[in-house]
């Protein structure tokens, strides 16, 4: 029996317009098999939740280049956690400084992924880690 | 620019060369690529020879500095006369930080100031507004109200600085502060200087701080440079923006392009409102990008000058010649900066300048090298703009005009992107204009296109990048990046709270119902802006007044 598909959404939280690499991935990830939902920009927590409840996500990434991850990513965690979608990984990338990666981690979130990642390692951690 | 005689001379000399001394070394050798592509994946040939320029006609296609079609210059004497501005975008956390960067930057040297306002701002929410919760002061100032405003130009005389904003769909407001904070400090509106970016269309194509659809969007755009051609005379109504196209992936060609498709939608839209192309049209600016490839960046330059002038002259038939210039701010291209080795992004930065100096701008801004980690520190911020200083007065690419022009290679690469912006702009009016191509997604999907190739020759190690796929190396987490403090939201709520307690909000209801009239009637709305921002209604507010009567933009996605 082949392996369901990975069902992705990819969000852009808050007010950003930066969304180069969110669309770039959204492609990607659908070339590498996994079913796609792109959510365009300005969403907030509550808005990528319902999508994710929606779409039965099985992983969540989030976009954030102005600076705001440490307030919105630990937030979608939570916001998963409290409509029980305890199982659904959540990555992230962006400009985000190294500093942070440990404090998000500890929030909840799989992996971070910084300016310059290769995406085909992107890929692998998410089917190494997505839920079965 | 040779004779019949003489070019076919030059073809033979060539065919023996090939034959001969090249071949030998091919055959022993080889190159170290089949093809060889620019950044943008044009096709570089070995060599150029006058063969390739044969075509160029030089009084038509090149000409002199300051003359149709400007291939040359904007200008006749250009950095002999004074170098370019040098206006370095800056903007964060509150006021009254960023008054004092702006303060320190132009104690150094900095000849132009260029606010950068935080997300809310560019949304149009003010900083208490739920969408607003954690990018207060985040990529630039927190401005709310004319107070903020005041705060921002603390000591800064109207008169004396020209300042760019990068505003887009409500660039009515902030353009309508300004105008009342010169009036505060007593400089008449005839004696002010600067832009507000105001494009909202590349705002829908690939930045995403839209607001508005693009109909009543394109409204207020108009409006505001019908406002200013009679009352502000010496304000660029716009900065029509490829920077952001070439940001989100676009190539060079297709920067150029696609930013002239805009300039072509909002002449016509000027023109559709019944005003004289020349006397509006001198007053549009541009805005592009510097990659680290100079010759073709320059190539871009020349060809942009030359594609505008005749579009204006022909499509628009301007007469005034300064119709017809395609006078541009330039920033270096942020995309292009690693977080890998930052150090490198100097020589990246200082690439791009002298690409930007020798392609003939009229003000740029150079990136800091920590900004794929951060937002800039101080340091980072002299080193950008000593970098200019040093291209400016160190490098000679100023003593002359278009030093560039003449060489075999830059001439065919200018031809070569002419023409790919001419195959753009013909397909995008066979669409039925700009608005129906951005509409159908035409033009975001060229772009993700082109990005999307850019990435995989990254990966496929096809195209090398300094630290990124060739000469990696095991690094120390950066320090001292710049923070921004996370209290600032509940800060300038505040401030919000005590304003709205202690305007008087007789008039600044009266204000508001003033705006909403004018704004659903032809009249155009900038005066009953500029009535709002002094009553003291908020960015917000005013945004909320249009959000009510125009609606709000949902865009399709295109993947």
Redesign the interface.
């Known amino acids: 029996m082949t392996k369901p598909k990975i069902k992705m959404i990819v969000a852009k939280p808050?007010?950003?317009?930066?969304?180069?690499g969110a669309?770039?991935l959204?492609?990607?990830f659908?070339e590498a098999g996994m079913e796609?939902v792109?959510t365009?920009?300005?969403q907030?927590p509550d808005m990528i939740v319902e999508t994710a409840l929606q779409e039965d996500a099985d992983v969540v990434g989030l976009s954030s280049l102005?600076?705001?991850h440490?307030?919105?990513f630990p937030l979608v965690v939570q916001k998963l956690r409290e409509n029980e979608l305890d199982d659904v990984l959540v990555v992230g990338g962006g400009?985000i400084?190294?500093?942070d990666i440990p404090g998000l981690k500890e929030a909840g979130i799989g992996e971070i992924f910084?300016?310059?990642t290769?995406?085909?390692s992107i890929v692998e951690y998410i089917q190494a880690n997505a839920r079965d | 620019m040779f004779d019949k005689d003489k070019l076919e001379e030059i073809k033979k000399g060539r065919e023996q060369w090939e034959k001969g001394p090249l071949d030998k070394v091919l055959g022993r050798f080889g190159e170290r690529k089949d093809v060889f592509t620019s950044i943008s994946g044009t096709p570089i040939e070995r060599l150029y020879t006058p063969d390739d320029t044969a075509a160029i006609n030089y009084d038509s296609d090149l000409g002199y500095p300051g003359e149709y079609p400007y291939t040359r210059g904007v200008q006749p004497t250009m950095y002999r006369g004074r170098y370019w501005t040098m206006r370095q975008y800056a903007g964060f956390g509150s006021a009254q930080e960023t008054n004092a960067r702006y303060r320190y930057l132009l104690d150094k040297g900095t000849t132009g100031l260029s606010v950068a306002f935080h997300l809310p701002t560019q949304a149009g929410y003010d900083s208490d507004h739920p969408l607003s919760m954690g990018e207060v002061g985040k990529v630039g100032v927190a401005i709310d109200s004319i107070e903020d405003m005041r705060q921002l130009f603390d000591q800064i005389p109207l008169d004396k600085v020209t300042t760019s904003m990068t505003i887009n769909a409500p660039a009515p407001v902030l353009l309508a502060m300004y105008l009342a904070l010169a009036e505060e400090q007593g400089v008449a509106w005839d004696k002010v200087g600067g832009t507000v970016q105001n494009d909202v269309l590349k705002e829908i194509i690939c930045r995403g701080q839209y607001i508005y659809p693009p109909k009543p969007t394109m409204r207020l755009t108009v409006d505001l440079i019908e406002f200013c051609q009679k009352h502000v005379p010496r304000w660029n109504t716009i900065s029509i923006s490829g920077y952001h196209i070439r940001e989100s992936g676009s190539t060079a060609a297709q920067e150029m392009a696609f930013t002239i498709a805009d300039g072509i939608a909002y002449t016509q839209a000027c023109v559709e409102r019944g005003m004289d192309v020349d006397k509006f049209a001198g007053r549009l600016s541009f805005f592009f990008n510097a990659f680290t490839n100079v010759i073709e960046e320059v190539a871009k330059f020349r060809a942009g000058r030359r594609y505008w002038a005749k579009v204006m002259k022909e499509r628009f038939s301007a007469k005034n010649p300064r119709s017809m210039m395609l006078r541009y701010h330039v920033q270096t291209g942020g995309v292009t900066l690693t977080a890998q080795q930052p150090l490198n992004n100097i020589v990246r930065v200082a690439l791009q300048t002298y690409a930007a100096a020798l392609g003939g701008c009229q003000s740029l801004h150079t990136n800091s090298y920590d900004e794929a980690l951060c937002l800039p520190t101080q340091e980072a911020v002299t080193v950008a703009l000593r970098t200019q200083q040093v291209v400016a007065e160190e490098s000679g690419a100023t003593d002359t005009i278009d030093p560039l022009a003449g060489s075999y290679y830059v001439e065919a690469l200018t031809d070569k992107i002419e023409a790919e912006i001419d195959e753009y702009i013909q397909k995008i009016d066979a669409i039925g204009g700009t608005l129906s191509a951005i509409e159908e997604g035409y033009i975001q999907k060229e772009i993700q296109n082109s990005a999307y190739r850019f990435q995989k020759e990254i990966e496929s190690e096809e195209r090398v990048y300094v630290g990124i796929n060739k000469y990696k190396m095991e690094e120390e987490p950066p320090k001292n990046l710049l923070k921004i403090d996370m209290t600032l939201g509940e800060k300038e709520a505040a401030k919000l709270a005590k304003l709205r307690q202690e305007r008087d909000n007789d008039a600044w209801q009266k204000a508001l119902d003033n705006l909403r009239k004018v704004s659903k009637s032809d009249e155009n709305v900038m005066p009953a802006v500029v009535e709002a921002v002094k009553a003291k209604a908020t960015v917000g507010e005013i945004c909320d007044v249009w959000r009510d009567v125009y609606g709000e933009y949902r865009p399709k996605e295109f993947i």
Request: hydrophobic residues 30%; negative net charge; without cysteine.
């Open positions: 808050g007010l950003d317009g930066h969304d180069r669309k770039l959204s492609r990607i659908a796609v792109y365009g920009l300005r907030t102005s600076g705001v440490n307030y919105f400009i400084p190294e500093e910084g300016p310059g290769d995406t085909a």
